[in-house]
């Protein structure tokens, strides 16, 4: 069975810091992608990576895939209270169903 | 384009009772899946339907079932509804099958069970 792992599953920092979440897996994945989830929401694909190694970036949010394709990390820079919510990761092999982390519940205080 | 339609929104149901949860996904998408959410567990995958036939099953007991009609559209009832059935449920749309393909989310259906 494919598991993910994300830590931490709770962080609150203040508006401005800096943070990174991390998912990781002792299995490959051929595509790994990060999902962002609001109260009373369903999740939102934020990104796809595909390729080990992979630096994406989508304004302050980095996201990178491990060089072999078992875990992944996201960054964010200057933290807004914006960016507050649920995100998620989920594993992809193939036509397989998705695989999905616990998730790190993040809050920005002002 | 519209998205992923979720009804009911909100369900309160008493032990014992069964429940049937509605799904309209993208216009042109064929696949649905559906996934349950809690605290503690996280989001956990019931099922995916494609061209109406299941092709992924999670691990869920038989009280969990669902099918999937020739627009698309997709249903899941679950029978004999148990307070841990109590949950989030989450449909998905997407043009093909798989995981790798980019799955659309409906806003989810908060389940009470009672």
């Known amino acids: 069975t494919q598991l993910l792992e994300q830590s931490p599953q709770f962080l609150s920092i203040q508006e401005g810091e800096n943070l990174t979440v991390y998912c990781n897996s002792s299995s490959v994945f051929s595509s790994l992608q990060w999902y962002r989830q609001e109260p009373g929401e369903g999740p939102v694909l934020l990104v796809t990576v595909v390729t080990g190694g992979e630096v994406k970036k989508l304004k302050r949010l980095t996201f990178q895939f491990g060089d072999a394709r078992k875990d992944s990390s996201l960054h964010i820079t200057a933290a807004q209270t914006g960016d507050t919510g649920l995100y998620l990761c989920a594993g992809s092999s193939g036509a397989q169903k998705l695989v999905f982390g616990q998730g790190t519940r993040l809050t920005i205080n002002p | 384009k519209a998205g992923v339609t979720q009804t009911p929104r909100y369900l309160i149901k008493t032990r014992g009772q069964q429940v049937t949860l509605s799904c309209s996904p993208i216009?042109?998408?064929?696949?649905v899946s559906w996934y349950q959410q809690t605290p503690g567990q996280g989001l956990q995958f019931l099922f995916e339907?494609?061209?109406?036939?299941?092709?992924n099953k999670g691990n869920f007991p038989g009280r969990f079932s669902g099918r999937q009609f020739s627009n698309s559209r997709s249903e899941m009832n679950v029978s004999t509804l148990e307070l841990g059935d109590s949950a989030l449920y989450l449909c998905?749309?997407?043009?093909?099958?798989?995981?790798?393909?980019?799955?659309?989310f409906g806003a989810g259906t908060r389940l009470s069970v009672l």
């Open positions: 998905a749309s997407s043009f093909s099958p798989g995981g790798e393909n980019i799955q659309y």
């Open positions: 216009s042109g998408h064929r696949s």
């Open positions: 339907y494609f061209s109406e036939t299941q092709r």
